[in-house]
């Protein structure tokens, strides 16, 4: 019999799936993937798509303080959708529920950190450049949120073979913070 730390990721899921855990095994990485998405269109739109960033601008708080609103306020949201999903996972396996909340989180910080790496706020007169997210910024992000969903995928099943995929993941972030414009936090 084959050790199962042998076997590619592919066949891995595939034998899981046979075994009966297929339906939580494909349901981690559908919702980390969608998570990620989600968190990354609601960082450019409350970061980079505001409507009045000279009204903004004009809060009597620290502009730091609004930024951390801005971010807590889409990590509320993610929350808020996807805390239910996890608590129904737990119900059935608290392993799915604990790889799927892991995924959700870190798919989420980084979506929101691409965005913020890579935000640029339009002045209203540039009202037609406003509405386009950077395509580096599109790419690192879709590639991000692919990568920690296959990594949750294949953590669900076994956690050392989701070793590689979670490092192309984070080389991914990496690159993406070595081509965002110099300056940003």
């Known amino acids: 019999m084959q050790m199962p730390y042998l076997l590619p990721p592919a066949i891995l899921l595939w034998r899981s799936f046979e075994a ?6 494909l349901l981690v990485p559908v919702l980390v993937m969608a998570a990620g998405q989600l968190a990354g269109g609601l960082a450019w739109l409350t970061i980079s798509g505001e409507d009045a960033p000279d009204l903004v601008a004009t809060a009597p708080i620290p502009p730091r303080f609004v930024l951390r609103a801005k971010i807590e306020a889409v990590l509320a949201i993610i929350a808020v959708i996807f805390a239910p999903l996890v608590a129904v996972i737990a119900v059935a396996s608290l392993w799915h ?39 580096v910024a599109t790419f690192a ?18 956690l050392p073979l ?5 490092l192309i993941a984070l080389a991914v972030l990496g690159g993406a913070r070595f081509l965002a414009p ?3 936090a």
């Open 20 to 25: 009966g855990g297929g339906a939580l095994n």
């Open 97 to 135: 529920a604990a790889i799927t909340l892991g995924g959700i989180v870190i798919a989420a910080a980084s979506a929101t950190s691409i965005q913020l790496w890579f935000r640029t706020q339009a002045k209203r007169s540039q009202f037609r450049r406003r509405q386009i997210s950077s395509r």
């Open 141 to 158: 992000e879709a590639f991000s949120s692919i990568g920690w969903a296959a990594t949750a995928a294949i953590a669900a099943v076994s």
């Open 162 to 166: 989701a070793i590689p995929p979670g």
């Open 182 to 184: 110099r300056g940003r």
